[in-house]
């Protein structure tokens, strides 16, 4: 089995042996990185298959950098950040962060959420039943983790994909924020909903004609979500139904 490698940018050298030896001693891989210019250059020699970047990191805007990334990749990245504020936080889910660690933090708490990205970004060993799914110009080939639009190819990071999928592999089923956060994230994300609202967002975004009024992930309020092939405004209410989704 390949080693998994991980690249650790930040700008603080002590954290940065810190990280590397923890991980090391977990098996993985780990390049670093002290400021922007050098992330650029190991993510292109190198290409990690997962990003620790640090938000005070030197010589480039990092919002910025994740943004470009976003452009031409799908590598997960995790945000090491020492403020506190949600809207950052959400900020930074928004542009294409895969999670988003505060200092101070646990070892622990750390290694757990490297892990669960990891996990998330492996390739499934069994391909769910059924093969492919549609719902109106929607379709996904699960064995492909192909996702299309009018046959237009949608490119997804692995959280976007597993968090369609689930939706998927339950349509016209409402399924609650706690289910789904636990299903895709894992036990310990079941209170961040914050996560939940950005990556409908994200999905919203790159397979609705008009995010705002969505035909397909629609939100039940103050329960969760379901996929459906629906005319509407999206939220549950007074929805005409277009098409059945068809799983094959």
Request: proline share 6%; charged share 30%.
């Amino acid at each position: 089995m390949r080693q998994l490698r991980i690249l650790v940018a930040d700008n603080d050298p002590a954290m940065r042996k810190y990280l590397r030896a923890n991980l090391e001693f977990s098996g993985y891989e780990t390049l670093m990185a002290m400021d922007g210019f050098e992330v650029e250059k190991v993510i292109k020699l190198k290409l990690p298959d997962l990003i620790i970047l640090d938000t005070l990191l030197p010589g480039r805007d990092v919002m910025e950098m994740l943004r470009l990334l976003r452009e031409w990749s799908q590598i997960p990245v995790i945000i090491l950040s020492s403020r506190t504020d949600k809207q950052h936080k959400i900020q930074a889910l928004n542009l294409g962060a895969d999670d988003y660690i505060t200092r101070p933090f646990l070892l622990e708490e750390f290694m757990a959420r490297v892990k669960n990205i990891l996990r998330r970004t492996e390739p499934v060993p069994s391909v769910p039943e059924p093969s492919s799914f549609s719902c109106g110009n929607l379709e996904i080939k699960f064995g492909e983790r192909r996702v299309t639009v009018a046959d237009q190819e949608i490119k997804l990071t692995p959280t976007e994909y597993n968090l369609l999928q689930e939706l998927a592999l339950n349509a016209e089923k409402v399924i609650t924020h706690t289910s789904l956060l636990n299903k895709v994230w894992g036990p310990k994300y079941e209170q961040e909903r914050e996560y939940l609202r950005v990556f409908v967002g994200r999905l919203r975004k790159k397979l609705e004609p008009n995010p705002r009024k969505p035909n397909y992930i629609i939100t039940i309020p103050w329960v969760g979500y379901k996929l459906s092939a629906t005319r509407g405004n999206g939220n549950g209410a007074d929805l005409e139904k277009a098409v059945n989704c068809q799983y094959s």
